[in-house]
């Protein structure tokens, strides 16, 4: 018996000398001084640049503690981005889900949506990028068509359109694999929620 013991403890010795298994480190998105996109598994100070996504902290984007409850809702996009960012970092699928537009979605509907967020959450986020609708066809004088812009390509104007929307670029539990959501945007009660 005195034997079992020894060898048990021994074993549960040895146990504690191997390496710990590594984990899949979580992709960063930094701004460069000169305003070029890094991709790095290092922090954006450690490479002389800055995160793209406000994360928490009193002082991150001008916003309160990131723990702490905020009541009322996003009148601006940067005020949505910040809630999303947030809950997203945080794992809390029920802060995202108060950002939600759930008016005129059935129970039904609304369990498909929470396990939609939730799998959200537990992916580590990369960027949240703004979604533009598509720019109509270009005429000439005549007004001939002469541009679809069916290809996405167009002449840059000077008039920015708002988003419709936006893309959540995440990677999956490996680290590596990319992932992405898209939300619509709806503005009701002069807030901005988001739909899938």
């Given at each position: 018996m005195r034997g079992l013991t020894f060898l048990l403890i021994a074993c549960w010795g040895a146990t504690l000398l191997l390496p710990a298994p590594a984990r899949a480190q979580q992709v960063?998105?930094?701004?460069?001084?000169?305003?070029g996109t890094v991709y790095t598994d290092q922090r954006c100070e450690d490479i002389g640049a800055i995160d793209r996504l406000p994360r928490g902290g009193p002082s991150a984007a001008g916003h309160g503690s990131a723990n702490l409850y905020r009541g009322g809702c996003s009148r601006t996009l940067s005020d949505l981005v910040y809630q999303i960012t947030?809950?997203?970092d945080s794992g809390d699928v029920n802060r995202l889900s108060s950002v939600y537009?759930?008016?005129?979605?059935?129970?039904?509907?609304?369990?498909?949506?929470l396990t939609r967020l939730e799998a959200i959450v537990e992916r580590p986020l990369v960027d949240i990028v703004p979604v533009r609708p598509r720019p109509p066809p270009v005429y000439d004088e005549?007004?001939?068509m002469v541009d679809a812009n069916a290809d996405g390509y167009y002449p840059q104007t000077t008039v920015r359109q708002?988003?419709?929307g936006l893309r959540l670029e995440q990677t999956l539990a490996?680290?590596?694999?990319?992932s992405r959501t898209v939300f619509g945007l709806r503005r009701n009660y002069n807030c901005?929620?988001?739909?899938?």
């Open positions: 960063q998105r930094c701004i460069t001084p000169q305003g947030g809950a997203i537009a759930w008016n005129n979605v059935s129970n039904a509907a609304a369990n498909r949506i005549s007004g001939t708002r988003p419709v490996n680290g590596s694999t990319p901005f929620w988001i739909t899938l």
